[in-house]
């Protein structure tokens, strides 16, 4: 959502094509180069700790946005930085987000899994069965 925003924001600000593709390159730049190196940090870190700090960033970033552009003070490089910022803690966070989701399951969780997912599967033969 804040990518369109900005653009928006931008393209009123400047009437600029260009700027746009500042914009848009400034928000995607910086999760190129960091993706590789994110996923080090997590796994070396506090996983924890990591999402904790990079919502928090994630937060203050958008609370800067809404604070520029609330007092009418926003320049086109406020949000080349926050771009550049936004994205560097979404490079952080996606790797988060699959290092989080590739720990395996224990034994008994993976059976009620399997026992739950054969129930979702069986409870339409069921009902059908139950109402003919």
Request: proline share 3%.
């Amino acid at each position: 959502m804040q990518r369109v925003a900005k653009s928006w924001l931008v393209y009123r600000l400047t009437g600029s094509p260009a700027w746009l593709g500042i914009i848009g390159f400034s928000g995607n730049i910086s999760t190129f180069l960091l993706v590789p190196f994110a996923g080090a940090i997590f796994d070396r870190s506090d996983k924890r700790r990591v999402l904790v700090i990079t919502q928090a960033l994630a937060a203050l970033q958008a609370a800067t946005l809404f604070v520029l552009v609330w007092t009418d003070t926003v320049q086109v490089w406020h949000l080349v930085g926050l771009s550049l910022i936004l994205a560097s803690v979404n490079a952080l966070m996606s790797a988060s987000s699959v290092g989080m989701g590739s720990r395996p399951a224990s034994s008994s969780a993976s059976m009620r899994s399997a026992v739950m997912d054969a129930m979702d599967a069986a409870l339409p033969v069921i009902r059908s069965s139950v109402s003919s």
